[in-house]
T-cell receptor, first 113, second 115 residues
Framework: DGGITQSPKYLFRKEGQNVTLSCEQN?????MYWYRQDPGQGLRLIYY???????QKGDIAEGYSVSREKKESFPLTVTSAQKNPTAFYLC????????????FGDGTRLSIL | AQTVTQSQPEMSVQEAETVTLSCTYD???????LFWYKQPPSRQMILVIR??????QNATENRFSVNFQKAAKSFSLKISDSQLGDTAMYFC????????????FGTGTRLTIIP
């Protein structure tokens, strides 16, 4: 079945450490997105990519980095510069047109040790 | 920048009853799309329904329907014959800038269906 796979489900980060969250899709979608979800808030866009080898910053990109070397993959790195990384991270993908809904993965919960 | 506001942080309703979740938005565009997403305890985001702003007819999907008031910039979700499986967070979202699909989400409404 086609879908979006995020791994790991739970991740712990030590102070000063970079961690990478994986997002893979087999839906043949062109566009991929990373969102952050905090309690009491909606989803906020971190980065998005409409085509391979190209990506743009979202509303809260500071302290994060991404790459898009393959159509199927859009990993997110939470760097040590992100001072408050504890959150739920959701990856999404779509065909890249506004009227097409985004499909979401199951998310990764990141916590600080 | 577009904004989406959900003014009801929590709601509860008896099973089989009808409930309406409110959403207002602000946009400078004339054409845009609106969505309702459901996030059950499993945390996966699931599309419930979508509305195209240039269509006057309200969208419906089985027990889910919307009341889209373009002039008032209002986009409420009605759930009929509510079921226990409808218990979830519901997020309203909009997208305007065509070409990048940047979704803007509201803060969500936590809906509990009471048996």
């Amino acid at each position: 079945d086609g879908g979006i796979t995020q791994s790991p489900k739970y991740l712990f980060r030590k102070e000063g450490q970079n961690v990478t969250l994986s997002c893979e899709q087999n839906l043949n979608h062109d566009a991929m997105y990373w969102y952050r979800q905090d309690p009491g808030q909606g989803l906020r866009l971190i980065y998005y990519s409409q085509i391979v080898n190209d990506f743009q910053k979202g509303d809260i990109a500071e302290g994060y980095s991404v790459s898009r070397e393959k159509k199927e993959s859009f990993p997110l790195t939470v760097t040590s510069a992100q001072k408050n990384p504890t959150a739920f991270y959701l990856c999404a993908s779509s065909y890249g047109q506004s009227f097409q809904p985004q499909h979401f993965g199951d998310g990764t919960r990141l916590s600080i040790l | 920048a577009q904004t989406v506001t959900q003014s009801q942080p929590e709601m509860s309703v008896q099973e089989a009853e009808t409930v309406t979740l409110s959403c207002t938005y602000d946009t400078s565009e004339n054409n845009y799309y609106l969505f309702w997403y459901k996030q059950p305890p499993s945390r996966q985001m699931i599309l419930v329904i979508r509305q195209e702003a240039y269509k006057q007819q309200n969208a419906t999907e089985n027990r889910f329907s919307v009341n889209f008031q373009k002039a008032a910039k209002s986009f409420s979700l009605k759930i009929s014959d509510s079921q226990l499986g409808d218990t979830a967070m519901y997020f309203c979202a909009s997208v305007e800038n065509f070409g990048n699909e940047k979704l803007t989400f509201g803060t969500g409404t936590r809906l509990t269906i009471i048996p």
